[in-house]
């Protein structure tokens, strides 16, 4: 009922730039806080960076002055433009929607993208 599609990964050399999309899709009235998560090989996923519906953001302090997360309520959209890449943000990214409110009536919790990698090498 409602799905969350990535886009915008690649690969890079060091310092370069990226810009990450994510699209909420379904009968979707109203979605709370969205997020962008990563997860390197073998380390455990976290966060990066949420934004509110009201448009609060929350970065982790290891992107903090190189990545901006903006949304866009109307698209239902969420972007993370990603400057001065380092080899350490080499990781799978993902979008989450901490919860989401569908023109059904009902509510859908934590619901993932499929995600998209992000490599950062020379």
């Known amino acids: 009922q409602v799905q969350l599609v990535e886009s915008g990964g690649g690969l890079v050399q060091p310092g370069a730039s990226l810009r990450l999309s994510c699209a909420a899709s379904g009968s979707i009235f109203s979605i709370w806080t969205m997020g962008w998560y990563r997860q390197a090989p073998g380390k455990q996923r976290e966060l990066v960076a949420s934004i509110t519906n009201e448009g609060s953001t929350n970065d982790a302090d290891s992107v903090k002055g190189r990545f901006t997360m903006s949304r866009d309520n109307a698209k239902n959209t969420v972007y993370l433009q990603m400057n001065s890449l380092k080899p350490e943000d080499t990781a799978v990214y993902y979008c989450?929607?901490?919860?989401?409110?569908?023109?059904?009536?009902?509510?859908?919790?934590?619901?993932w993208g499929q995600g998209t990698q992000v490599t950062v090498s020379s």
């Open positions: 989450n929607v901490d919860r989401v409110w569908l023109r059904t009536m009902v509510w859908r919790y934590d619901v």
